[in-house]
């Protein structure tokens, strides 16, 4: 055997014909890596920006059917709806109303409708399309049976009246549907004005829709409000007070509702992350005390799981509820390499070894185990591309690559930080590894045993991870 330094003490060449193919792979990332730091920094740094600025670009997936594949029935469906029936897209707007609805009252209802049919466009369509396919009240149902544009406004006030005695005592369903009292007050009405849109538009697109139609209605509501007087007597008609805020007019509906949800997804990621994240912490300070060893190790293990996130960001890849389960999960799924990869190199540490033969045995010792379990759990999660929801095939596709990808930043990344870590604290070991060997304890930190070294680092089929 032929000793070689190859700078910062990573020179000792092992026999080839006693080490696996993967073993030496992993060695030879090891010196490559301490040869060239810079090239390293450089390329982490690239990565970092690089991961920052794709995850600035993620956007929340709010098309509820492309949490299916394109080949299902549901979303068959919606497509029929969306494109032959005016969208898939259904809300309401509730208007406090008159318990005695009155002409004035409907024809304010009605300019209100208008509005919406003309103002409300789609925001990412140059052309300006509009964003309402539908719009509908008790007021249109009045207004079709009115055919009294000659008489008085006495005279239409009884006409209005007799349409909608017409249309409570005919079709009592959609009378009660459209206009019915608060079912916590009874003194209070609502009028319901239904719309429809499209279902399939991007979350940008479906919040603008929203905002506009809001901004109709708080821009309209106070002459709404004002027909509650009667022309004679300037009288509320009710007990309701329509400057109230409480009684002003809202927007809800599924369309609303589960944009909401949507966008709070990217919000729950980040919470159940940075929750995930500062809990680890806790738990490896407790384990380590040591605040560089637990910032190597979340460094190395946070660091895959916001790659894979920019690359869904520059991919332009929404975030649906798989997405957003990944970022927590994957983090306590990576860090378990680590885990075993320090608390070997402290045990061997304690053996006087010096941290340079630590790290080599820790190559050979956990790399094998670590990448063999990680490519079986890779694949174990990979199984999920088969299920028909699409949620579950990115959860278990992004477990997969993240997992990967935190397994290459354990076998080249740790261990040189674990190094410099070392330097950088002038040579102290931790206090947390156990001494569980008294091998090799007669060796100081500069000294080599060409013997040890081999019997040390050979590759060993069952070699435990400690």
């Not at 109709?216 to 805020?245: C, L, M, Y």
């Not at 993240?402 to 990344?413: D, K, Q, S, Y």
Request: aromatic share 8%.
């Amino acid at each position: 055997m032929r000793r070689a330094n190859h700078g910062n003490d990573l020179g000792v060449i092992f026999p080839q014909s006693r080490m696996k193919p993967i073993s030496r792979g992993l060695l030879k990332i090891l010196v490559v890596g301490s040869r060239s730091p810079i090239p390293v920094i450089l390329g982490v740094v690239t990565l970092i920006v690089f991961s920052l600025s794709g995850y600035l670009q993620l956007e929340v997936e709010t098309d509820f059917t492309r949490h299916f594949r394109g080949k299902n029935r549901l979303v068959t469906a919606y497509g029929l709806v969306e494109h032959e029936l005016g969208g898939a897209g259904v809300w309401d707007i509730a208007v406090p109303a008159p318990k005695e609805i009155n002409r004035s009252y409907l024809t304010a209802i009605l300019h209100l409708e208008r509005r919406l049919r003309r103002e409300v466009i789609v925001f990412d369509q140059p052309e300006g399309r509009k964003a309402l396919t539908k719009v509908l009240s008790l007021a249109d149902a009045v207004d079709s049976l009115r055919q009294y544009h000659l008489l008085g406004g006495a005279a239409q006030d009884f006409m209005d009246m007799i349409a909608l005695g017409t249309i409570q005592q005919r079709m009592p369903g959609l009378y009660r549907a459209l206009y019915a009292p608060d079912p916590v007050d009874p003194d209070r009405w609502w009028l319901r004005i239904m719309l429809r849109s499209l279902e399939r538009q991007s979350a940008r697109s479906r919040n603008e829709t929203i905002q506009q139609v809001r901004r109709i209605v708080d821009e309209e509501w106070p002459s709404i409000a004002a027909t509650f007087r009667t022309d004679k007597g300037n009288e509320i008609t009710t007990k309701q007070n329509p400057s109230d805020i409480a009684n002003a007019p809202f927007v809800s509906g599924y369309f609303v509702l589960f944009g909401i949800v949507a966008e709070s997804l990217l919000q729950a990621q980040n919470i159940t992350f940075l929750v995930a994240l500062v809990g680890m912490a806790f738990v490896f300070w407790i384990a380590f005390w040591d605040a560089w060893r637990v910032a190597a190790l979340l460094f190395c293990n946070v660091l895959p799981i916001f790659s894979i996130l920019g690359i869904l960001g520059w991919c332009r890849i929404h975030v649906n509820l798989g997405v957003a389960m990944m970022a927590a999960v994957a983090l306590g799924l990576c860090v378990d390499s680590s885990l075993h990869y320090i608390t070997t190199y402290e045990r061997l540490l304690r053996t006087r070894i010096g941290p340079t033969r630590s790290i080599l045995r820790c190559q050979m010792m956990i790399g094998p185990p670590v990448v063999y379990a990680t490519l079986a759990l890779s694949v174990g999660f990979l199984s999920l591309i088969v299920s028909p929801l699409m949620p579950t095939v990115l959860l278990g596709l992004l477990l997969g690559l993240t997992m990967v990808a935190g397994l290459v930043t354990n076998v080249t990344l740790l261990p040189w930080l674990l190094l410099v870590m070392h330097r950088k604290n002038g040579g102290r070991v931790g206090t947390s590894a156990p001494v569980t060997s008294s091998r090799n304890t007669n060796y100081r930190a500069d000294e080599e045993s060409p013997e040890g070294d081999i019997r040390g680092t050979e590759p060993r089929g069952g070699t435990s991870c400690g």
